[in-house]
């Protein structure tokens, strides 16, 4: 099993930044692929974006391609998601997941690719 915990959220002016990490206790991390999340009141949770476990895939949502990075770094066992340009339609809380049944070059877009969950940090961007 692993426990994910985000930490990093917080308000931010638009046109902000913020680091989100997701640190992840438990073994076997490296053998898991990882994705990002994000969720507002009364909508579905919606990809953002995804690595695989090694760190050479990722993929993004059109909506953050070239303002969000995500990254891992499996000897800390944690994983990041570097924002820039905040808007305000990006205020939501965020979510990490994580699966071992990802395959080694393939990345989890769905939020039932995953079977686990951090309890989210809220990101609120306004001025």
């Known amino acids: 099993q692993v426990q994910l915990v985000e930490s990093g959220g917080g308000l931010v002016q638009p046109g902000g930044s913020l680091r989100l990490s997701c640190a992840a206790l438990?073994?076997?991390?490296?053998?898991?692929?990882l994705g990002w999340f994000r969720q507002t009141p009364g909508k579905e949770r919606e990809f953002v974006a995804a690595?695989?476990?090694?760190?050479?895939?990722?993929d993004y949502a059109d909506f953050v391609k070239g303002r969000f990075t995500i990254s891992r770094d499996n000897a800390k066992n944690t994983a990041y998601l570097q924002m820039i340009n905040l808007q305000p339609e990006d205020t939501a809380v965020y979510y990490c997941a994580a699966d071992a049944r990802i395959d080694y070059y393939e990345l989890g877009y769905r939020p039932t690719d995953y079977d686990y969950w951090g309890q989210g940090t809220q990101v609120t961007v306004s001025s």
């Open positions: 690595i695989g476990r090694s760190g050479g895939s990722v």
């Open positions: 438990g073994r076997a991390f490296s053998r898991h692929g």
